[in-house]
C-alpha cells in the first residue's frame, strides 16, 4: 500500500515533488530521526556536531539502501535559508 504525505493530493510519496517531501535535521546523533523519512521516500538532510554519529547514521543508512544527505556542522550555522525545507527535526 503506498502511503501519502500531507498535502500531495493523495499521492504516493514516491511521486511526490522535492519541494513536497524537503525535510532537515538537526543534531542528528545516532540517526532515528532521520532514517524513518528516508524510509519514506522524504528527501532528507541533516547536520551534526559528532563524527562518530554520523558514521552511524551513514553505515545504518547505506545497510538498508537509503539516502540521507548529512552534514558536519552546528545549528549555530546552518548553510540553508528559512524556505528551503517543508520540515525541521531538532
Known sequence: MARTTPG????SCRSCTRAALGGFSISVGVGRHELLPAEHAFD??????SPAGLAV???????????????????DA???PDTD??????
Open 44 to 49: 532528507v538532510e541533516a547536520i551534526g556536531g
Open 8 to 11: 500531495s493530493g493523495g499521492r
Open 57 to 75: 547514521v551513514r553505515e545504518t543508512a547505506a545497510a538498508r539502501g537509503l539516502s540521507v544527505s548529512l552534514h558536519d556542522g552546528f545549528a
Open 85 to 90: 525545507f517543508d520540515y525541521v527535526l531538532s
Open 78 to 80: 546552518l548553510p540553508y
